[in-house]
């Protein structure tokens, strides 16, 4: 059974009532604010819990969420890897892995960063129509994905293009989302209705 047959997810996000100190901590790591900070869950305000189901799961877990999301939180808005080269490599990963949450949330998440439409709809076409760095990431992130590992002449080619600090961040976005997607894909969060539909994966 795939996450898409079922009929609901086996783990759902918190409700509004689950919310507590250690669940407002774990998103304040990831918004950067102390836990008394953090809008409260369902005020309507555009950073309400409510509205990020990735978090209301992850919470489930607040004090390991709390440490993940520094992290990742962390890679999102601090690394130094350029946002439209990370974005690729999270919308591959998630098109590869067969995530059609991720693939409608890192759509949202390239266009807001000014990724053209049109560029995510070459990604899901392939590698071919790309070139300079945006192809090295793809096929660095394929590699990635296929091996476990990139090769030494994949890394030199990475570290060269990107430097050693991105290229180091690209193997860790890769990592990162590779195993966002299995654990989502376990507990079967579903994308909102009228998101971006998954493409087929790459032959």
Aim: proline share 6%; charged share 20%; aromatic share 8%.
């Amino acid at each position: 059974m795939t996450p898409a047959d079922r009929i609901q997810p086996l783990l759902a996000p918190l409700t509004a009532e689950e919310w507590g100190d250690d669940e407002y901590a774990a998103f304040g790591a990831l918004l950067g604010l102390p836990a008394e900070k953090v809008p409260q869950a369902g005020s309507g305000h555009a950073a309400d819990p409510l509205n990020f189901d990735i978090i209301g799961v992850l919470a489930r877990h607040p004090k390991m969420a709390r440490r993940f999301l520094a992290f990742n939180g962390w890679l999102l808005q601090r690394g130094e890897l350029p946002l439209r080269l990370r974005e690729l490599a999270i919308l591959r990963v998630a098109q590869a892995r067969r995530s059609a949450f991720f693939w409608a949330e890192h759509t949202k998440v390239a266009t807001d960063g000014g990724v053209p439409s049109e560029d995510i709809a070459r990604l899901a076409e392939g590698n071919d129509s790309f070139t300079g760095a945006d192809r090295l990431v793809l096929e660095a992130t394929d590699e990635l994905l296929t091996l476990g590992f990139a090769d030494a002449a994949t890394w030199q080619r990475l570290a060269d293009e990107l430097g050693t600090h991105q290229a180091m961040e690209l193997i860790f976005i890769v990592g990162t989302y590779t195993m966002l997607v299995m654990a989502f894909q376990t507990w079967g969060l579903m994308p909102a209705s009228g998101s971006p539909a998954l493409p087929e994966p790459l032959t």
